[in-house]
Structures are given as structure tokens and as C-alpha cells.
């Protein structure tokens, strides 16, 4: 399964910095995703990587958002720079099988965030 | 970025009726390859979305049979043959084809 922690109360213009524990699974055939849903914005993609650290990003995080892979650690994180009130979302990460595109099979538990000052 | 399109965006249903959802994509999501991307999901409140089909209409194991989806291009559709009290929540169309993903705003199902 998927685990996921990170803080959860941010101000404006700071940091978020999310991981997502692996547990039990290999990196190998599978991309690696986080995710954010929020009341405006419904369910949002916000990017991915793949085992040989290869990554994609929507446009719109693109300056701002870095996904990377801890191999030793069974882990990949999330963070996103500059965050605004707009960023309050609950963030999740996920699973994809490679083959099978689409096939977001395992979550994690997702994790609340909110920027305020 | 692709606009998928659900409709209705709530429906009560009957428990033990057939219940259909419909999910409508701005482009088509034919892959080069020729496979179409479109996935659905259910997230009940608290939760994750959980994976019910995925590639038009392959079921996810552990999926009941009652649940089959079909479509192709721009237009798909989630059937339930026969609706059980635990298929409350929000039903999610998601495509894969094309960068970068997107999902439908959803239809929420509630018992009548």
C-alpha cells in the first residue's frame, strides 16, 4: 500500500514538501503520481515519474512543482514551491501501471493541506 | 487540456435497478497506439478515488460484475446492471491518452 505524510498547515510563499512510502511493491512497471482535489478545482493531476527518475508535470506546476524518486528508501516525494491559498487541496499520491495507463490502482490515504497566513 | 464532460452531475437511483452514467471528452482519446485511455472511479467520502475500469472497459480485479463500461472517440458510458447500497458516492471519468491527465467534475449517485 501507499503511505503519505508531510505538513499539513502552510503560509503563503513557503514550500510543501509531501512523500509517499512504498511498502511491499518495486518501482519497476509502475509510474508514480500525486495528485490534488479541492471544491474549485475537483480532482487535478499534478504529475508523475517513472523508475528511471523521468517526469511530467502539468503546465501550470511546471516552474514550481518537483517529483523525485528515493529508491533506497522506497519512497517519492512532492514538492511544490510558492504555494498560495489557491493550493488548499488534499494532495494524494498514487500508482499507475505502466502498461495499462490509466489504471491508478493503489492510493494513499491523502493529505490535508491548507495555506493561510 | 482535454475537458471530459459528465453527465448527469447527480442521479438517484433504485436500489436493484441499472443506473448509467456518461462521460463526454473534448477530444478523441484514440491513442496513437490504439488504445483508448479512459478510466473510471468511485471515491466515497474520505477516501481515495478506487478503481473500477480502466482502458474503455476492462474491470479492475476485485471490481463486482455489475459494473462494465463501454465507448470510444469522445463519448463512454458506466453501466451498473443492478444498483447495491455500497455503490453510493461520486463516480469519476479520468483520461490517460493525452498530457496532461484530466478528470470529469463527476456524478454523485445517491439511493432514491
Known amino acids: 500500500h501507499l503511505q503519505q505524510w508531510g505538513a499539513g498547515l502552510l503560509r503563503p510563499s513557503e514550500t510543501l514538501s509531501l512523500t509517499c512510502a512504498v511498502y511491499?511493491?518495486?518501482?519497476?512497471?509502475?509510474?508514480w503520481h500525486w495528485f490534488r482535489q479541492s471544491p474549485e478545482k475537483g480532482l487535478e493531476w499534478i504529475g508523475e515519474?517513472?523508475?528511471?527518475?523521468?517526469?511530467n508535470y502539468k503546465w501550470s506546476f511546471e516552474s514550481r512543482v518537483t517529483i523525485s524518486l528515493d529508491t533506497s528508501r522506497n519512497q517519492f516525494s512532492l514538492k511544490l514551491k510558492s504555494m498560495t491559498a489557491a493550493d488548499t487541496a488534499v494532495y494524494f499520491c498514487?500508482?499507475?501501471?505502466?502498461?495499462?495507463?490509466?489504471?491508478?490502482?493503489?492510493w494513499g490515504q491523502g493529505t490535508p493541506v491548507t495555506v493561510s497566513s | 487540456d482535454v475537458v471530459l464532460t459528465q453527465t448527469p452531475l447527480s442521479s438517484p437511483v433504485t436500489l436493484g435497478q441499472p443506473a448509467s452514467f456518461s462521460c463526454r471528452s473534448s477530444?478523441?482519446?484514440?491513442?496513437?497506439?490504439?488504445?483508448?485511455?479512459l478510466s473510471w472511479f468511485l471515491q466515497r467520502p474520505g477516501q481515495p478515488p478506487r478503481l473500477l475500469i480502466y482502458?474503455?472497459?476492462n474491470r479492475f480485479s476485485g471490481v463486482p460484475d455489475r459494473f462494465s463500461g463501454s465507448g470510444a472517440g469522445t463519448d463512454f458510458t458506466l453501466i451498473i446492471s443492478r444498483v447495491e447500497a455500497e455503490d453510493v458516492g461520486i463516480y469519476y471519468c479520468?483520461?490517460?491518452?493525452?498530457?496532461?491527465?484530466?478528470f470529469g467534475p463527476g456524478t454523485k449517485v445517491e439511493i432514491k
Open positions: 498514487a500508482r499507475e501501471d505502466e502498461i495499462h495507463r490509466g489504471s491508478f490502482d493503489l
Open positions: 511491499g511493491m518495486s518501482f519497476t512497471g509502475y509510474y
Open positions: 515519474i517513472n523508475p528511471t527518475g523521468d517526469t
Open positions: 477530444e478523441s482519446l484514440l491513442h496513437s497506439n490504439g488504445n483508448t485511455y
Open positions: 482502458k474503455v472497459s
Open positions: 479520468l483520461q490517460a491518452t493525452h498530457f496532461p491527465r484530466t
